[in-house]
């Protein structure tokens, strides 16, 4: 006998047609969603800049919307997945250790078929001389007779190496065409600890004011004084009759100020404009008056060479380090009791036993750029374990390397930062 379902039997196959429905829905949204990840991805694009010594560019590359700059010599730039990056340049013009780093790395790199990119900088190619073979050998004969002062890229995506040199500049954009799935880390980031002080910090040019930077104004002073920084840096010029200021230099004034005389100005002159109409310029009297105000702060010159005049123009010399630019002022502050901050250039330029020299010369501080740690990493050690405090200034002058970044990365390696803006990391535990 045949039986017909009944009221209740149609609602539960109501139910299941509806679950069905329902699930077949949500299974096309998954897949949908998936797609339009791998969408997504396939719009990522690799962007290389490579610019040789003689175009003065500097060398960057771009994936997505993160974009690096690099140092001198090659930098290797590893894909990974979810869309992340890792990169390290390898000093190929001054260090014969980087040479050999760098091919035993990227013949690590090749074998395991890492989506990687290569791109020079500057001058990259010094010390490759006699390293022809083993570059050969990986599949890059061009990266092997690459000369002094080319641009050159490479990369190897979905297995096809790509090389390209030029004498000038090259431009590469790649289109990622498929999901990377390599977690691989050939470049472990390097951590290193440090006491947090105040006196790692130095507010340049006064620090940064309502978004405003290199005011070297009291306005500013003032502001940063009272977010944490207690080290000020300055620049330090003259006017058209010889008279000490603090300004960047005279076009930037010029434009802050938007004067349109003469340049440079007399000291009158100087002081009759205000930045941005806002903030007051400072003379020395100025700047005697606001340390004089402020006794626990520290003032830090730039751009004066004359360690002698300007130690004597100023309220204390026990707070005062002056930034040199030669080796003979270095010498001159030291026969005068002047606290010394020696820069990059005389720095570098020193042949012989560089932390000897600074020890006699009783040399505590140093200045140099951000973008040259990484290539002078044997240097920044051996002035770290001398004592001698290197501070980096071009914070905020490349993407991404603010003052967040120098404090979680290079802090440690370096003593501290000029830096524009105080950040919550920033502070002293003592």
Partial sequence: MMCF?????????????????????????????????V??????????????????????FTYGSQTESIERGLTIVHLQGDHKIEFKSF???GSDQDVVDFIKILNKMMNAKASIAILAHDSAAAKLEGYQKELNNLGLPQLSTLKGRQAYIMHHIDGQIFEQIDDNSITKQIRIASPILDTTIYF?????EF??????YIAHAGGEINGVKSTNSKHALDENYKKGFRFFELDIIETSD??????????????FTDYTGTLPPTHAQFMKQKIYGDYTTLDMEGINTWFKQHPDATLITDKV???????NAFIDKDRLIMELFSVMAVEKASENGIHTMISQEPLLAIKGDKINFLKVNDVKYAAVSRRIISSQKKLMLALRDAGIKVFVFNVNFDSGKDEQYVYDNELGLVYGMYADKWITDMGSKN
């Fill in 5 to 37: 379902p009944g009221s209740k039997t149609k609602s539960i196959l109501y139910i299941i047609l509806v679950t069905f429905f329902i699930g077949y829905q949500v299974n096309a949204h998954a897949v949908k969603e998936h797609t339009a990840y």
């Fill in 39 to 60: 969408d997504d991805f396939t719009n990522v694009e690799l962007k290389l800049n490579s610019h040789s010594f003689n175009t003065h560019q500097r060398s960057t």
């Fill in 91 to 93: 000093d190929t013009y």
């Fill in 188 to 192: 472990p980031r390097e951590v290193y």
């Fill in 195 to 200: 006491e947090d002080n105040i006196d790692r």
């Fill in 242 to 255: 010889g008279r000490l200021v603090a300004a960047h230099d005279w076009d930037m004034w010029a434009r």
């Fill in 305 to 311: 060479n004359d360690p002698l005049a300007f130690a």
